[in-house]
């Protein structure tokens, strides 16, 4: 079974300072971790992914994020918010070879102040 | 460019009317998906398909049945709607083993 957690249900931040988004997972099987964005009255969005490789993975917009298999995270960063960087952010993981299921997180929601 | 659409951004419905969420994709993909989102519990998946005339089962298909004739279209049936089906429904769809979901822009459907 898979399982996903973002701790963090709301983050405020200020405009042009760091952010970081966490995210856990648990599995017993190998995955496949994902971040995807929800802009106010919109679907989600791809933001970034890792499937394999280098585990520093870089996205759309500025964001990045890091896999650490022996911490079973993937947490996403970005050194400089914009006002436009406000939205609701989900992890999501999908079982190596099993069809393109995904298990989402419940969500970050992150509000950056002017 | 990639587009899914579904047929309605906001509906009202009465208990226990039979409702119909159309999402359509024209990317020739063979998955699609049923979510709802809810404050605090994420997505949840309601139904899936890999094919035409293929369903199977995600997490929450209590109260949903899907249809799937076309390869391009999908649709979500609520037999009889109840309040606790008030939701934002968001449906995806994607190639086989490309593990990226492409998303609709949802479907906020209040049952009163």
């Known amino acids: 079974a898979q399982s996903v957690t973002q701790l963090d249900s709301q983050v405020p931040v200020f405009e042009e300072a760091p952010v970081e988004l966490r995210c856990n997972y648990s599995s017993s099987v190998s995955v496949y971790l994902f971040w995807y964005v929800q802009y106010p009255n919109q679907g989600l969005q791809l933001l970034l992914k890792y499937l394999s490789g280098s585990t520093l993975v870089k996205g759309i917009n500025g964001f990045e994020a890091e896999f650490n298999k022996s911490q079973t995270s993937f947490h996403l960063r970005k050194p400089s918010v914009h006002i436009s960087d406000t939205a609701e952010y989900f992890c999501?993981?999908?079982?190596?070879?099993?069809?393109?299921?995904?298990?989402f997180g419940t969500g970050t929601s992150l509000t950056v102040i002017p | 460019d990639v587009k899914v659409t579904q047929s309605s951004r906001y509906l009202v419905k009465r208990t226990g009317e039979k409702v119909f969420l159309e999402c359509v994709q024209d990317?020739?993909?063979?998955?699609m998906f049923w979510y709802r989102q809810d404050p605090g519990l994420g997505l949840r998946l309601i139904y899936f398909s890999y094919d035409v005339k293929m369903k199977e089962k995600g997490d929450i298909p209590e109260g949903y049945s899907v249809s799937r004739e076309k390869k391009e279209r999908f649709s979500l049936i609520l037999e009889s709607a109840s309040t606790n089906q008030t939701s934002m429904y968001l449906c995806?769809?994607?190639?086989?083993?490309?593990?990226?979901?492409?998303f609709g822009p949802g479907t906020r459907l209040t049952v009163t």
């Open positions: 995806a769809s994607s190639r086989p083993l490309s593990y990226e979901q492409y």
């Open positions: 990317m020739d993909h063979e998955n």
């Open positions: 999501a993981v999908s079982p190596v070879n099993t069809g393109n299921q995904f298990y």
